[in-house]
């Protein structure tokens, strides 16, 4: 989700009215965090249930037969550690099988009391019995009628609404709900034996050479008919594309967030969007695969079929990387109204131990919310950061995944817990520095190691920092989105000078080169998933969001979007699509697609489909003659990217020659052949640019290579410079309507010849040109 683009709107209230931090809490004392969970011995004949809770008085954990809709098989009370404030039980497996007739998995879940709900022998499912308040001046949220998810539970039931189980109020406090019992409704934790379903060979490419393919899991493979109906929308359809992906050229796929949300329910009424979350940004368990992407939904089956999916990608050379959201969770913030102090989720965490996993107002009353959707994750706090780093490493290590993707991430710089928010990428106490410590980020040259990306904004305070982050970290380059927006598409209404396009297509340098990072720490997109498609930024004026099914409505998105509709004309609207694609693919950096955008997918308008699980927003896999011509430029000018390491540089360019041939190893151009002047690069006026890059500095295979960018709106002709001693410039793709096709961009070895230094070329207006000299 992108700053305003939020997803689920209109039911938090952001209270930010305390103005001065507390201190951080103490650390407790070191804890086993592998041991967290309900986890078999090594025998397989006992099983121990560990959780977390610094603030509890009692806890018990329950355990169940089936996964939903009946009541406990036993309880039994837990054991405080009151060094490292984990609470254990250890059961004989034997005695939950002859004794209480658990033969399958073994379902669970916790109660929990504490001073604001304390405990009475008197108490049973669904009474009010040691009820003090919903919440008390500590910010203790105990409620013992709603049973807790394990937050280090590695499988999930299933969610907490379901269409049997259709009654969101069971887990809410207040007067009205807090008596109201959730533990046959309830998604329960799943107690897992070790898998060992191989995660393939992990790809070591380094960062900058990948090419990003953002989609989402379910709708990747909804639409392809080619496929079982049993597995399409699965982790085991996904698997399936691993082949088409390659021959794209994509070497990572970056999945819409598949922890655990609420999503069972999007299904109930297949007409509408009432309720629906297809996007997946409200995490209910940071360890557990979202079922509903299983084909397999036995117990485990999620986990297998995750690993199997990623072995896939693995084995066709792609990475897998993951979508995060460690910013807020799923259990949401106050239901509103005029009860907004005690009506909220009691599912898990706040039930728990609220302040150690909740930002809170300086009176503990309220969430401190930087997101829009419920209040800040506590990602000061230790122990918060533990269940951060233990569920990376579990998805790292367990599940294979390469890298990953983090919502929100400056939620992640907080460098206080309760009261404030205030991001400090050198604060060595946050959840990024720790991230980056404990979770070493793969090096430059490739290797080991993960791939870490920040979507560095939030809401509020100081929280949009691109360019701002610590080392280690990638970003998504939102100025570099919103530069290639205005230049193409508010001309005449929005300043974009030559200068600030250089500097984006050279990696943002200055984003990115005063603290020790790189061109390939800016992740270059011109559009995402949230917002318009390729295709839509470039045919729509404004949001279409209220449509009827299947096309929306959807509430919420951004208003203003830089986008333009070409004046209706079809084929410039084509033309821009393949213009802002290129420039993206030949710009320094890592470039990252949204899925279906090869085809030019459309939305039809509608720039936020967080709820729109339809057929109207998967991708489709047919193909008009249009939509396989930009599949071609799409697939090629990926390769050509792929086959020149002159676009994608480990350092900034320099403007000097660095192998004695008399070429710099970049160089600026106006469209007269001369080298760009500051002068030229300051003026608003000016809106046609050029550069040459060296290739023989970098080992390519083209000498150099020529790029010609004319934003203007009418043709400019453009002479072209020196290609090297003995060298002639050949063209390999010209974005101009009169070259929409199949060959817009030429396979290897046919490139049209052009001439050498001082030729003329016009270029159409709004168009890209790529040369290379041989």
């Known amino acids: 989700m992108t700053g305003s683009m939020r997803g689920i709107t209109g039911i938090v209230l952001a209270f930010g009215l305390a103005l001065t931090g507390l201190a951080p809490a103490t650390a407790s004392a070191a804890i086993d965090a592998s041991a967290l969970g309900g986890r078999y011995d090594a025998t397989k004949a006992n099983i121990t249930f560990r959780a977390y809770s610094s603030r509890a008085t009692r806890m018990e954990v329950w355990i169940y037969k089936t996964a939903s809709g009946a009541q406990e098989a036993v309880r039994y009370v837990m054991t405080k550690d009151t060094t490292t404030n984990i609470w254990s039980k250890t059961a004989s497996v034997s005695t939950l099988q002859t004794t209480y007739g658990i033969t399958g998995p073994v379902y669970y879940g916790y109660r929990a009391w504490g001073p604001n709900w304390t405990y009475s022998s008197a108490w049973t499912k669904g009474s009010s019995a040691g009820f003090v308040s919903d919440v008390d001046a500590a910010g203790n949220r105990f409620n013992p009628n709603k049973l807790l998810l394990d937050p280090y539970a590695r499988e999930m039931s299933q969610d907490p609404q379901t269409p049997a189980c259709r009654d969101g109020t069971i887990y809410a406090t207040g007067a009205t709900h807090r008596a109201k019992d959730s533990g046959a409704c309830a998604p329960k934790g799943i107690v897992l034996a070790a898998d060992t379903t191989s995660i393939g060979t992990k790809p070591t490419r380094a960062f900058k050479d990948d090419v990003v393919y953002e989609v989402h899991a379910r709708g990747l493979t909804m639409n392809d008919t080619s496929l079982a109906s049993s597995i399409r929308g699965t982790y085991a359809g996904a698997a399936k594309k691993a082949a088409y992906l390659a021959s794209l050229g994509i070497t990572a796929v970056e999945l819409l967030p598949v922890q655990e949300t609420q999503n069972d329910t999007n299904d109930v009424d297949p007409n509408s969007t009432t309720g629906d979350n297809y996007w997946g940004y409200m995490t209910l368990n940071y360890f557990a695969p979202d079922r509903r992407y299983s084909s397999d939904k036995t117990a485990g089956g999620p986990t297998r079929e995750f690993k199997a999916m990623v072995k896939a990608f693995h084995d066709a050379g792609i990475k897998v990387y993951v979508d995060v959201v460690y910013n807020h969770t799923g259990e949401g913030g106050p239901w509103g109204g005029t009860d907004g102090l005690t009506v909220y989720n009691v599912q898990s965490w706040r039930g ?24 800040n994750y506590n990602t000061r706090n230790p122990v918060a950061q533990n269940l951060i780093i233990d569920s990376l490493a579990y998805w790292r290590d367990a599940l294979g995944v390469d890298g990953f993707r983090f919502d929100l991430a400056s939620v992640l710089g907080n460098t206080c817990q309760h009261g404030c928010y205030n991001f400090d990428k050198l604060d060595a106490g946050n959840a990024l520095n720790r991230i980056v410590r404990e979770l070493p980020p793969r090096a430059a040259a490739g290797g080991s190691g993960i791939d870490l990306i920040a979507e560095p904004w939030a809401i509020g305070g100081n929280s949009y920092q691109v360019g701002g982050f610590p080392s280690g970290w990638a970003e998504w380059n939102g100025i570099y989105r919103d530069t290639i927006r205005k230049k193409q598409n508010k001309l005449g209404v929005d300043i974009v000078t030559t200068g600030t396009l250089a500097q984006r297509f050279a990696g943002s340098w200055d984003l990115y080169g005063d603290d020790g990072r790189k061109p390939w720490h800016s992740v270059n997109f011109v559009v995402a998933h949230d917002g318009f498609t390729l295709n ?3 045919a729509f004026n404004t949001k279409q969001n209220n449509q009827p099914w299947p096309y929306g409505p959807s509430d919420g998105g951004e208003d203003n979007n830089n986008s333009w509709d070409q004046a209706g ?18 710009s320094a950096g890592v470039p990252m697609m949204t899925g279906g955008d090869e085809v030019l997918r459309t939305q039809f308008g509608n720039n936020n489909t967080y709820n729109l699980d339809s057929a109207a927003n998967w991708l489709y896999w047919t193909r008009s003659t249009i939509e396989a011509n930009h599949e071609t430029f799409s697939k090629r000018l990926i390769a050509f990217r792929k086959a020149h390491p002159s676009l994608r540089p480990a350092g900034q360019y320099s403007g000097v020659d660095n192998n004695g041939n008399v070429m710099e190893q970049l160089r600026w151009f106006m469209p007269n052949g001369q080298q760009a002047t500051s002068a030229y690069f300051g003026d608003a006026n000016n809106h046609a640019l050029a550069w040459r890059i060296d290739g023989s500095e970098f080992g390519d295979s083209a000498s150099a290579v020529y790029v010609a960018y004319n934003g203007w709106s009418g043709s400019v002709n453009f002479i072209l410079p020196w290609p090297g001693a003995g060298k002639t410039w050949y063209r390999v793709m010209d974005t101009a309507t009169w070259n929409e096709g199949p060959n817009t961009v030429v396979a290897p070895g046919a490139e049209t010849l052009i001439g050498g230094e001082n030729t003329s070329y016009a270029m159409q207006a709004r168009s890209v040109l790529l040369l290379i000299a041989r």
């Open 352 to 375: 728990l131990d609220n302040p150690t996993y909740y930002s809170l107002t300086s009176d503990y009353k309220y969430p401190w919310d930087n997101t829009g959707v419920g209040g």
């Open 536 to 538: 839509d930024l470039y």
């Open 569 to 586: 004309i079809a084929a410039d609207q084509r033309k821009a699509a393949r213009t802002g694609f290129a420039l993206m693919m030949l």
